[in-house]
């Protein structure tokens, strides 16, 4: 029989780690929001660009992508993710993600996840192939048929796992968003718990400081982000509470808050990371 997927001591990088942006092909960074560091309104394309071809091989594709199809390659129109974990374990590609948290294989703008990061992943709901939208531990999907919440978002199964975003200068002042579960597994639910609490870190006096000497716009658009993140909401008694906490990481994201998807990044040392993909 073909073995099951355990729970494997992977190795992690020890030197500092950058984004990577996903193989081809991709939507840019910036294609449309104004997070703090994206590019001058003069250069920023007021609409989404199209997706851009680029020339990567084969092999490096299907490390990068978790092992399944690549964005808006696809050519089923309703994409079915089929069996998770997979059996038996393709033992030519190190690490493969749950395939729910992948760039959509058909449409890469309609990701298979709508979640904004600066709510609680409560708010995040899984769209099936045939646009029904459900909530991630709703009886439906996963192994049980209990839903993607607890399933492991790697396979083989990690305790520990790194993710890298990319919002421009600031990857290297916070380092990267660590997730773990000792003596256990990394699900989907604890991925995105692990993100949400991340960016929910508030900006310290210093940070602020720093963030604002990098740009001239900066500190006007963390505010202008604050703002519309605590007033614009539907966050009912929870608005003033929100106002009071003051400004926050995930305000360095301006409107490019919402969800795209993962990718693997294999490093020389023979160790991997996960590449948090977001839109607005």
């Known amino acids: 029989p073909a073995p099951t997927p355990e729970l494997y001591a992977f190795r992690f990088p020890t030197r500092p780690l950058s984004w990577s942006p996903h193989p081809h092909p991709y939507v840019p960074v910036g294609w449309g929001g104004n997070t703090v560091f994206a590019q001058s309104a003069q250069q920023r394309p007021a609409t989404a660009l199209p997706v851009q071809q680029q020339q990567h091989d ?16 696809s050519a089923v129109p309703q994409w079915s993710p089929g069996t998770w974990p997979p059996l038996p374990w393709p033992t ?3 690490v493969r993600l749950a395939p729910w948290l992948i ?19 409560t708010t995040a709901r899984r769209v ?7 909530a991630l531990d ?10 993607i919440a607890h399933e492991p978002a790697t396979s083989p199964a ?3 796992i790194l993710v890298r975003y990319g919002v421009g200068p600031i990857n290297q002042l916070w380092g990267p ?11 989907i639910r604890d991925l995105l718990e692990g993100i949400y609490a991340f960016f929910q870190q508030p900006l310290t006096h210093t ?7 990098l740009g001239q716009d900066n500190y006007r658009l963390l505010v202008d982000a604050y703002r519309r993140r605590t007033t614009q909401r539907q966050l009912g008694v929870l608005r003033d509470r929100e106002w009071r906490e003051g400004l926050k990481r995930v305000d360095c994201l301006g409107d490019e808050r919402w969800w795209r998807g993962a990718w693997v990044t294999r490093n020389s040392d023979g160790t991997w990371q996960l590449n948090l993909g977001l839109r607005n």
């Open 177 to 187: 968003i660590i997730v773990e579960r000792p003596g256990g597994r990394v699900t």
């Open 207 to 213: 940070e602020v400081e720093h963030i604002s000497s």
């Open 103 to 121: 760039p959509n294989p058909v449409n890469p703008n309609v990701p298979q996840i709508e979640w904004d990061v600066s709510t609680h992943p």
């Open 158 to 160: 990690s305790n520990r």
């Open 58 to 73: 084969p092999y490096t594709e299907i490390h990068q992508s978790g092992g399944w199809p690549l964005p808006g390659t």
């Open 92 to 94: 030519d590609i190190p």
């Open 138 to 147: 709703s009886g439906v999907g996963g192994s049980a048929g209990a839903g």
């Open 128 to 134: 099936t192939g045939t646009h029904v939208t459900l």
